[in-house]
């Protein structure tokens, strides 16, 4: 019998059998958490590494005392072990009985630790037309005063639970008898089963951690006994049985309640899964079991179970054969619980191996849940980008989706693709590369009645709301297929939703929230803004408004933004729930200088960027806004530096004289250059730019206001006119039909610093007497000014800003001008990802997560 056989999981053994690389092993054998570990598993053990030159504690006395106080027992009575194995060996050298009552089939171990104490053993058999459950009648019938009792609950290798009351009272009714419950895979199982609580004198609980946290390799267990017993198996056991490491994932473990609970939830469903594929196929007979796997009878007595398990491993498959479990014979194997897709296919290579044909199992949809808000700007997005984040911190695979996203806010994926700005921070969040699947359709509104739509990253054309309307169908068709085949590379999926779900003149040609949610299977937490007053009456509004089967995606309500204390809601939240049917999942405070890009202008529109200036040396800057305002994250850098305010500018009465001027993105140049000639600012930005006082910066679409005229002879944004520019710099350009998408990597040639973003422009731009102040790595200049004015000049490069040494030497020049000294250092530094870990703790602490991983069915 070959080591695959005997104990499960030994990989390097199957693959020197197999001749198959370990990675490419899927083993059904080891019976442990098919999640694998906990994500604090591993920067714990890497914490703990220093204390691997110390000796550990030699009877793991803090772990102990956290094992007393979990189980509410006095730590006199907890021992723990090198697993749960050196425990068992120890108990039949410590009690009086002489021979030993085991059921078959049970562990292998039972029988081998009375062998090595000495112990006859007499077998209770459990019988297969009993479906393998105890008959505690005829164990009771069976016991005298010299036997040991030993049992698994659930019991290995049938997975079968006893009845917890009949068996304690067994128990109860033989005092003269000592019983040890193996309770190695409760927690994997039905902890409410356990004999764990209110244990009679005379029972011993054995209790396994590698199995329910996934840690075999750390060995670590404990037994819950009388005190003279465990003070017996102490004399026995060596000083520093369990290591450092184990002791403190220990500790750590009995911390974490929702690992284990979310571990159930996901075997009970793979569980019930695997049975009835097994099931389907003729020549297997599977037993129910109430553990992490699964008990199966081969019907064909012409083949063995290891002929079964030779075959799958030249598949790269391991099953357990069970020939060597006491009670059975070579018609059974065990099988345990895995991840959907290897549980397909174990199925597959079993049908194969008995000549089936292969049958086509329906692939369940990625678990999913949506965030859809009473109406716009409510946080979908943050929250969305936050429990994406929340996620990845606690090791789940998950990618986040928008289907179709209205915004002038976009960015450029490494491919070259163009997707909402947003998507992109929320896959950062995930920390994947953003991917245009997460955002298959992007609206730039061009007009009051028109947008550009962009459609898996490439612009697809320019279409009003009615036409875009008739072709709904065609472009849902390409947003499921995005969807579907970013769904199947992930575990988990957080989808937006746009605006409000209740929007009913709109509803019919919905393809981001509820038709989408139901596409996806999503979960949907209905979110409502609390600062902006009615979020009561949204909610349950929004509720009235749906249709039932819309209604029934919704699993509850956020607030959002909330300030002051929650005790002034009062019994709001109740009444809400009584009119809707709907919990609440919690309620998100407010949270200050958040950090991170906004999804779209309302916020900037909203006056995000109009407090009061600081006292001191702050330099004054002016955004100008205008109505089709496109990436004015661009500035978002500028906003976090200590010695700068800035400020929107809507009228030329609110211009003033600045230390600088951004002229930002515009999604329609033509439209937004005429707005400036008439409003006044024109001729002001001109007037500063001749004081020589004030910089003039103009970005992408305000690179292209700068010049001295814009053609645009394809009709882009036009009938076709050409238009004057400002005249600031001597440029002309000519707006094209093929779109310029990419990213890029720059250099700032008067300060010598690198520069990395995005271009995403529909013009091409040509002029004499003009300087190159940044050229692309591959040469191509992409900013420029006016010889001997560098104080005036512009650029194509979105996120010039963000990088942090050009972003401080441009306000040091500033400075300079101003006659202040230079700062030099860099102050500020522009990164995202503490921002994303600080929302991420924020909405954790304000969510109920336990619920939200219930609805997701983790």
Known sequence: MNLVQKHGGNLRHASQISGLPVEELLDFSASINPLGFPEWLRPLISSQISTLVHYPDPEAEGLVRALADQHQVDPAQVIVGNGASELLFLLPQVLPQQRLLVPVPSYGDYVSLAAAAGLPVDSLPLRQEDDFQLNLDQLAASLTEDHLVILGHPNNPTGKLCDPRLLRQVILDHPENYFIIDESFIDLSDPQQSLRQQRPANLIIIQSMTKGWGIPGLRLGYALADKNIVTAMQQLRPDWSVNSLAQAVGIRALQDHDFLLQSRNYIKRQRHKLFEQLKAIPLLFPLSSDANFLLVKLVDTKVTSQQIADKLLKKGIIIRVCDNFPGLDSCYFRVAVRPPVEQQRLVEGLRQCFDLPTVQLKKDKTPAIMFQGTGSNAGKSILTAALCRILHQDGVSVAPFKAQNMSLNSGITCQGGEMGRAQLLQAQACRLDADVRMNPVLLKPSSS??????????????????????????????????????????????????????????????????????????????????????????????????????????????????????????????????????????????????????????????????????????????????????????????????????????????????????????????????????????????????????????????????????????????????????????????????????????????????????????????????????????????????????????????????????????????????????????????????????????????????????????
């Not at 350009?733 to 040639?749: E, I, S, V, Y």
């Open 449 to 858: 009645v028109a947008s550009q739509v962009i459609v898996c990253g490439k612009v697809l054309e320019t279409m009003d709301f009615g036409v875009y309307a008739e072709r709904r169908g065609e472009i849902f068709t390409r947003v499921q297929q995005c969807y579907d085949s970013l769904a199947a590379e992930h575990q988990v999926m957080v989808l937006e939703g746009a605006g409000s779900p209740a929007e009913i003149n709109l509803k019919s040609r919905d393809i981001v929230n509820m038709n989408m949610a139901r596409h996806a299977a999503a979960k949907v937490l209905l979110v409502g803004d609390i600062d902006r007053g009615g979020v009561f009456a949204s909610f349950v509004g929004t509720l009235e408004l749906l249709d039932e089967w819309e209604r029934s995606q919704v699993s509850g309500f956020v607030i959002n933004r909330f300030r002051g204390d929650k005790t002034l809601l009062g019994d709001a939240l109740e009444q809400t729930t009584l009119r809707t049917g709907k919990p609440f999942f919690g309620i998100v405070p407010y949270l200050q200088n958040l950090g991170l890009p906004e999804e779209d202008s309302v916020d900037f529109k909203d006056g995000v960027l109009d407090g009061k200036k600081p006292e001191g040396e702050t330099l004054d800057i002016a955004l100008i806004d205008l109505p089709h305002i496109s990436n004015f994250t661009d500035v978002d850098a500028l906003r976090i530096e200590a010695d700068v305010h800035l400020r929107r500018v809507c009228h030329v009465a609110e211009l003033g004289q600045p230390d600088a001027v951004i002229l930002p993105g515009t999604k329609n140049v033509i439209s937004d250059l005429d707005y400036l000639i008439t409003s006044g600012l024109a001729a002001a930005i001109r007037q500063l730019a001749e004081t020589g006082v004030t910089e003039i910066v103009g970005i992408c679409g305000g690179y292209q206001f700068m010049g001295d005229e814009i053609a645009d002879p394809h009709g882009i944004e036009s009938s076709g006119k050409t238009c004057p520019g400002l005249g600031l710099l001597p440029l002309s350009t000519t707006l094209q039909p093929n779109k310029t998408m990419t990213r890029c990597r720059a250099t700032h040639l008067p300060s010598g610093e690198t520069v990395v973003g995005y271009e995403i422009h529909h013009g091409t731009s040509r002029g004499e007497n003009l300087k190159t102040l940044i050229s692309r790595e591959d040469g191509e200049e992409i900013g420029s000014c006016r010889a001997g004015y560098e104080h005036i000049w512009g650029t194509y490069l979105h996120g010039i800003f963000d990088a942090d040494q050009f972003r401080r030497w441009f306000l040091d020049r500033l400075r300079q001008r101003k006659g202040w000294h230079p700062v030099g250092e860099v102050q500020t530094f522009y990164d995202l990802e503490p921002s994303l870990d600080r929302l991420a703790d924020h909405v954790r602490a304000a969510l109920d997560m336990d619920r939200v991983y219930q609805v997701l069915g983790l």
